[in-house]
């Protein structure tokens, strides 16, 4: 019997890294996820998953579930370097401390599993990794410079391994959402208007607040479902497109930004927070 495909998800507890997780366990993977609130993926477990407690910037954490994988099972066939997180603000008064902690969770956390599972992928010469982006990997926003670079650095960095990768047969996919209901807003807005409602860029905070905000109570946002999709699509393909775009606004603003240039899409994103 061929052995089952074992799989790696990150930022399980929660939106688009839990939705994933229960449709690759229906699919038969053997799956494995992780996050900090391990307690939130108590479903998976019931579900048949594995779960294991990991706060990506912590080295031992990232090197205790590697090796526990190996040991199960050899190693990691695909990876999905989804947990992430935004911060979110305006630059001058949002502390550096706050900056290099995104990109410790966003960037490093993430580059540093990826190294880790990487040996078994080269030399069985098979593998896959997908690393969840954003729409915010192509287009920008105020208030979004530390997220909306970690992002851009992650595009970047994504396709860089994609080429290195490819004489290893691995492949290197990237998925950039739009607007997606889960907790990310949550986390990202609400302490934005109690930290920087008052101070100088106070009018702009609110009004970038609001926007999110009503942008994800009128619809305008995507279950976690639409990325899983594309996920599971991804992983199925013998030939997978380098990345792929999905969910609410995703392919629009990116293409606005595309063909607008810098101009035209300075001056319709400013709108938004006037
Ligand atoms: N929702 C959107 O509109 C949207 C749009 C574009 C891109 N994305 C990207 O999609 C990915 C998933 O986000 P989501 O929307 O599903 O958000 P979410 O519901 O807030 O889930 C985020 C997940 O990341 C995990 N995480 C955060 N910090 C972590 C850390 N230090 N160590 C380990 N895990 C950590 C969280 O787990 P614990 O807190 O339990 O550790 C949680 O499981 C992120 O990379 C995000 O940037 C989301």
Redesign the pocket.
Known sequence: MKKKQVVLV????????KDTAKSLIAEGYTVYVV???VE?MKDLEKLGSISLK????KEEDVVAVVEQIKKDHGGVDILIN?????IQGPVEEMAIEEARRQYD?NVF?LARLTQLVLPYMREKRAGKIIN?T???GKVYFAMGAWYVSTKHALEGWSDCLRVELKPFNIDVVIIE????S???ND?SLNPLEEKYGSGPYGEMVKSFVKFSKETESTNN?SP?SVITNVILKAIKSKRPKARYAAGAMAKPIMALRKWGGDNVYDWIIQKMVR
């Open positions: 990150t930022g399980a507890s929660a939106g688009i890294g996050a900090r609130r939130n990991m706060d990506i910037t989804n947990a992430g997180f935004a969770v956390g969840v954003s729409a915010a959402p739009g607007a997606i889960t907790e990310f986390v946002s976690p």
